[in-house]
């Protein structure tokens, strides 16, 4: 097969969305959201034709970041990726398990996928057996120049087997980036539970991540990604919380659900749904109640425009030992939660 060179898209997007189409997975990793309940994702019936027609009537070129889950669970997603991209950009957030990845390949026009992040997790591939898979969706991928990275969420464990894993990865041309945990994992809140030494190995994994995309894939070093673990060694030792800073989230960016409705980021603000056809933005920097997700913040938050922007406000501290089991007891319990419902 021949290869076709890569690279960026043309034209710019006006707004842009993360889309959870499900929160089900093949993977089982403990510091994820995501249940393995696959009739969850069957129930979900997203009609491409329908959707194209409401972001076509917003008046807006968008930018959808398409996540899961996994993404590719979700049924009939290569043909909703593929009427999509015919008008909007894309970008995914999958671990590339599928063999509907190679589907995807062939099917979506890659200059309208800005491009494809790859979510390791070496413990769940390993176990699984998986790798084999991984690579060989990657070089479909890679021959029909779609741009390619790749993360690691970094685990007391994975340090060690880190380097390895990105040399397999370089290989194929697909750089590894670490990235951080955050929350409570085995009754430690990350990232404060990181030792000072793993914080020095992160920041050097990080800074060598960041060399290789300059290197293998420079293209990828003019998207401005969704999700861009290539900052997470700015906030090892806690991240700005943005509440109450003036935000463009509800304005220029969105967060849309599997049910189709629309927020203004997470769950705070319903702002439209897709099915409904219904669709009212906020003002530009309507103030954050939410500092939902680091990168979301990083991208939209008014203070973060600047360089030194989010260094103004104060870091979050981890919560009080009894907060973080309450916290742990919620997560068991909506992870259960999903698991029963169908």
Partial sequence: MNTIQASAPTTQHTIEADWQ???????KCGYCFSTTNPT????????????LEFFDATGEVWSLHMTGGE????????????????????????NLCSALVRDFAEAVDRSHVQYVHCCLHLEERGRLNLWKALEDNLRALTRRGFLVFASQVMTSKTFAVFPQAAERLADLGVVLIPKFLQGLFEGKWYPHAYSEKEKAVFCTLSEEAEAGLRSLTPLLMQQRVTVN?????????GFPIFRG?????????FTIQSNGNIYRCGSNHLLGNIEKDIFGPLPPYTPCDSSYYPYFCLRYSELAQSPSGATLIPLEV?????????????????????????
């Fill in 245 to 253: 800073v003036g935000c463009s989230a509800g304005a220029r960016f």
């Fill in 21 to 27: 189409l499900n929160s089900i997975c093949n993977m």
């Fill in 229 to 237: 673990p290539l900052r997470d060694r700015e906030f090892l030792s």
């Fill in 318 to 342: 981890p919560p009080s030992t009894g907060l973080q089991t309450i916290y742990g007891l919620v997560r068991i319990g909506r992870k259960v939660l999903k698991q029963v419902i169908s």
């Fill in 40 to 51: 969850i994702a069957r129930s979900t019936v997203i009609d491409p034709a329908r959707c």
């Fill in 71 to 94: 993404p590719f669970l979700t049924s009939g997603f290569v043909k909703l990726c593929s009427v999509l991209s015919s008008r909007h950009f894309l970008s995914l957030n999958s």
